[in-house]
């Protein structure tokens, strides 16, 4: 089994800056895609930003040239840095692993994971 554990959530006035990381745990091979998301209440979750194993990087139009995505493939983490943050970016932000590779019992499995989320909060 994959675990994902998501870090550096908090409260932060506008303006500010924040750190997620997001570590991988499990019998794994590879992983695919790395990717943060979040959903505010209300709302469906977005995409907020994804990197691919070889380091191709997309962000959501809302947080470009704000925050930057990146990752340690050698310790299955990813981090999401987050500058000049705005109340619109509060909710919570879930880590998600694709194509993920993982050999386990003797067989050879791939699937995808979810993070437990983390909660943003930008206010003054």
């Known amino acids: 089994q994959v675990h994902l554990v998501e870090s550096g959530g908090g409260l932060v006035q506008p303006g500010g800056s924040l750190r997620l990381s997001c570590a991988a745990s499990g019998n794994i091979f590879s992983i695919g895609a790395m990717a943060w998301y979040r959903q505010a209440p209300g709302k469906q979750r977005e995409l907020v930003a994804v990197i691919a194993s070889g380091g191709t990087i997309n962000y959501a139009d809302s947080v470009k040239g704000r925050f930057t995505i990146s990752r340690d493939n050698a310790e299955n983490t990813t981090y999401l840095q987050m500058n000049s943050l705005k109340p619109e970016d509060t909710a919570v932000y879930f880590c998600?692993?694709?194509?993920?590779?993982?050999?386990?019992?003797?067989?050879?499995?791939?699937?995808?994971?979810w993070g437990q989320g983390t909660q943003v909060t930008v206010s003054s």
């Open positions: 998600h692993a694709d194509w993920v590779i993982t050999y386990n019992g003797g067989q050879w499995l791939l699937d995808d994971y």
